[in-house]
T-cell receptor, first 113, second 113 residues
Framework: DADVTQTPRNRITKTGKRIMLECSQT?????MYWYRQDPGLGLRLIYY???????NKGEISDGYSVSRQAQAKFSLSLESAIPNQTALYFC????????????FGAGSRLTVL | QKEVEQNSGPLSVPEGAIASLNCTYS??????FFWYRQYSGKSPELIMS????GDKEDGRFTAQLNKASQYVSLLIRDSQPSDSATYLC?????????????FGQGTELSVKP
């Protein structure tokens, strides 16, 4: 099994729908992240969490919310999806010592029509 | 000014040549620097980290850091077609950045046989 599992891997939805992307990890890491990737823009941080009670906004949090249900689970929600949220979304984890060493999930490709 | 900047490319080099990938960053408080490789359709994977000024070598890869110039580079010697990928520079921000990892937009490398 993958260390970081994202579901769904692909999702097509319509404008205005609520979408949840889920992430679970078996690394035992405290720190979890959600990134968004668009062509030519690299990875942009949406939200990050250093433990279950510590959630922080990243560069582009508007239109997104997150929930850290447990150490191993970190979900990203789009309350009312819009077409410019069409992107590839990555969940990642790190341990407190090696903050720059991220383990990524396989990604969730979201298309908003 | 973007916090972490890379040339988007694509950078095309012949097999066996040296590929040089460059990255500049804006936060002088940054202490840790990373290079990730991302094959098309895959998630990023860490290939190099560097923390001190100078060079760090790992096989065919050499990372170079110049904090005074706020410049990080990655050299790939004896480039192979299997090195064709997008290379992402990542910088761990200083304390005022909460230790977040900020990515550049990535440089696409193509190694021609």
């Amino acid at each position: 099994d993958a260390d970081v599992t994202q579901t769904p891997r692909n999702r097509i939805t319509k404008t205005g729908k609520r979408i949840m992307l889920e992430c679970s990890q078996t690394k035992g890491h405290d720190r979890m992240y959600w990134y968004r990737q668009d062509p030519g823009l690299g990875l942009r941080l949406i939200y990050y969490s250093f433990d279950v009670k510590d959630i922080n906004k990243g560069e582009i949090s508007d239109g997104y919310s997150v929930s850290r249900q447990a150490q191993a689970k970190f979900s990203l929600s789009l309350e009312s999806a819009i077409p410019n949220q069409t992107a590839l979304y990555f969940c990642a984890t790190s341990d407190p010592v090696h903050l720059g060493v991220l383990t990524f999930g396989a990604g969730s490709r979201l298309t908003v029509l | 000014q973007k916090e972490v900047e890379q040339n988007s490319g694509p950078l095309s080099v012949p097999e066996g040549a040296i590929a040089s990938l460059n990255c500049t960053y804006s936060d002088r408080g940054s202490q840790s620097f990373f290079w990730y490789r991302q094959y098309s359709g895959k998630s990023p994977e860490l290939i190099m980290s560097i923390y001190s000024n100078g060079d760090k070598e790992d096989g065919r890869f050499t990372a170079q850091l110049n904090k005074a110039s706020q410049y990080v580079s990655l050299l790939i010697r004896d480039s192979q077609p299997s090195d064709s990928a997008t290379y992402l520079c990542a910088v761990k921000g200083g304390d005022n950045q909460g230790g977040k990892l900020i990515f550049g937009q990535g440089t696409e490398l193509s190694v021609k046989p």
